[in-house]
């Protein structure tokens, strides 16, 4: 068991590869844990809590995250330039911005994730080919999903977003695919912008102001 907490960096990972990191209480730091170009690491069984970024990536690939609480960070996990990670049964709620939030990331797989009580549960800027499935983005200020800014060709499936100001907001994107979705008791189910050729399957959209609104 390791206890990382009360530092600027809980633990820091720059350009390492094949590194396991796992029972880890990374608290109160700047960055819980922080992998810098550093590829192929696992971590597992995590308490990444009231830190600034529970769990942060920059240009780190085809890492594992699992087992993971991420709570009342400002952000609780973040990928910047990051693509092909795995982030699964997590717990990313009560942050003060994102649950999840990736930046210029692709083809990344999201599943197992509860995102409540944020500002945003998970938001998409810039990245596409993602997969995000078995997901409760309820309960957040904003949007529960936010799909934007050129994020094309993901795939939603088996997600609750319930309670939101919008369940899930697709702007500016296009060949996404939401499927066996339950967007009930937002102001907006699901919303478009500017957004094409996106394919809607299998959605409760009840007791919205709007259920399923595009503009």
Known sequence: NVNASNNDEGIYLYSSSSNTITNVNASNNNNGIYLYYSSNNTISNVNASNNNNGILYYSSNYNIIT?????????????????????????A?????????????????????????????????????????????????????FISYSSNNNTITNVN????????????????????????????????DSSSYNTITNVNASNNDDGIYQI
């Open 67 to 91: 087992g993971v609480d991420a709570s009342n960070n400002n952000y609780g996990i973040y990928l910047v330039s990051s693509s092909n990670n795995t982030i699964s049964n997590v717990n």
């Open 93 to 145: 709620s009560n942050n003060g911005w994102e649950g999840i939030y990736l930046d210029s990331s692709s083809n990344n797989t999201i599943t197992g994730v509860n995102a409540l009580d944020n500002n945003y549960g998970i938001y998409l800027g810039v990245s596409s080919y993602n997969t995000i499935t078995n997901v409760n983005a309820s309960n957040n200020g904003g949007y529960g999903i």
């Open 161 to 192: 977003v319930l309670d939101n100001d919008c369940g899930i907001s697709l702007e500016d994107t296009s060949n996404n695919t939401v499927s066996n979705v339950n967007a009930s008791n937002n102001d907006d189910g699901i919303y478009f």
